[in-house]
């Protein structure tokens, strides 16, 4: 027969069996296999994966909830937990589902760490912004109003897009809660819409600080001397040598690199103008090199593993890894070694600013940026163009930065 849904179940009256399960095969939908009572029975999912599940009431609603897998719950086991439910049921112990904490790390390990191992750490971070009586509280009683409370305080304390962005993962989490059938409904739409900006910058595309002056930069790069985790040291002053993004930096791996010929070829998928299946060429300068020699002792394990990755087997470097190492420098570095405000991203500006203040041609420079030339014509441009003219220009940068942390100006 077909449940409400129309995807089979199986029919009503008889009980299951462990040869019933075993023999279940995964379909192109999923299905369900129907136990005899309290509700209970077995989901089998496309992947093959099959999951306990019962239909019960959470908050005074009707709902479905996972109670374990299969064949790490047994048949047995699956009855006996759906038994000792249902009597606490009938005991007028209302099932009040897991805690918000809990829910939420079953839904990092069921769907977000299917994604990147970096997207399960910033969810986990900015899930950890809640306050502990909010995350240990049941799900189900968990208000609307409580998690807005919580939300304004987030930004009270720390910023409006860090609270804007905890609500995008709670609005994820709750939807998954639902999905799961953990929950009957949730109090977590559209949270966003709780929100009220500090200021009209908080609704406009903002500047990326950048350090301009050459006595700014020659303090950035002595502070970067002194992070003390040679991962991050290097990535920085990798980045900085080199001008490109942060993300083609962390997703790089030794296949891009031509040792023999001093170039970095990323691959369109991995820049900002993939859409255009453009690769992009970095020519090397000589501290650059270094840095990859220093690094090939660490971490290469073949051309496919990452050249930068973090302590996180194959994983790449989190997101916010070098401008929080950016922050804490001017945190606690003495206020006469103290770099400038900056962000990692604004690298590239610094870049752009000295070099045109070098007098090296426009188009050179726009180019080894990668930024997109506004006329067609011009953008449909060979990524070998001007190659010789970029690598004269990246060393000269590299011994000019090199320069500027020698000297205190």
């Known amino acids: 027969m077909l449940d409400r849904t129309g995807k089979k179940k199986k029919a009503d009256g008889t009980p299951l069996t462990k040869v019933t399960i075993d023999q279940a095969k995964p379909e192109a939908k999923a299905y369900v296999l129907a136990d005899t009572a309290n509700g209970l029975y077995l989901r089998v999912y496309p992947s093959g994966l099959k999951k306990w599940v019962i239909r019960t009431r959470i908050g005074g609603v009707e709902a479905r909830r996972t109670i374990g897998r299969y064949p790490d719950m047994s048949l047995k086991d699956a009855r006996i937990e759906a038994s000792n439910i249902a009597e606490g049921l009938l005991n007028g112990r209302e099932l009040r589902g897991p805690s918000l904490q809990q829910l939420a790390d079953r839904w990092l390990t069921e769907f977000v760490r299917k994604k990147t191992p970096d997207e399960e750490y910033i969810k986990r971070l900015r899930f950890s912004y809640f306050s502990a009586a909010l995350r240990q509280k049941p799900c189900a009683d968990v208000t609307r109003r409580e998690l807005v409370v919580d939300l304004k305080r987030i930004q009270k304390e720390h910023s409006y897009k860090t609270a804007q962005r905890t609500a995008t993962i709670v609005t994820g989490l709750f939807a998954y809660a639902l999905d799961e059938g953990v929950l009957g409904k949730s109090p977590a739409g559209n949270l966003s819409r709780a929100l009220i900006p500090d200021s009209p910058e908080d609704t406009e595309q903002q500047h990326f600080a950048a350090v301009t002056d050459p006595a700014g930069v020659g303090r950035l790069m002595r502070a970067i001397d002194t992070v003390s985790t040679p991962t ?4 920085l002053l990798f980045v900085m040598y080199t001008f490109v993004r942060q993300k083609e930096m962390r997703q790089a791996t030794w296949a891009e690199i031509d040792f023999e010929k001093r170039l970095w070829i990323i691959p369109a998928s991995h820049t900002k103008r993939r859409q255009e299946q453009r690769d ?3 020519p090397l300068s000589r501290q650059a090199m270094a840095i990859l020699e220093t690094q090939k002792t660490r971490s290469f394990t073949s051309k496919e593993a990452l050249i ?12 916010t890894l070098l401008l929080n190492a950016v922050k804490t420098l001017r945190a606690t570095l003495p206020e006469d070694q103290r770099p400038p405000e900056t962000t990692v991203h604004g690298f590239r500006a610094t870049a752009s600013t000295l070099l045109n203040g070098m007098g090296f041609p ?3 420079i726009e180019r080894q940026l990668s930024h997109k030339e506004r006329d067609k014509v011009r953008n449909a441009y060979n990524r070998f163009e001007y190659i010789e003219e970029r690598t004269e220009m990246m060393q000269i940068y590299a011994d000019y930065l090199d320069k500027l942390k020698r000297t205190k100006l």
């Open 280 to 282: 992009h060429v970095v």
């Open 362 to 364: 426009r188009d050179v």
């Open 232 to 235: 991050t040291r290097l990535a």
């Open 308 to 319: 930068f990755p973090s302590d996180i087997k194959g994983a790449q470097l989190p997101k």
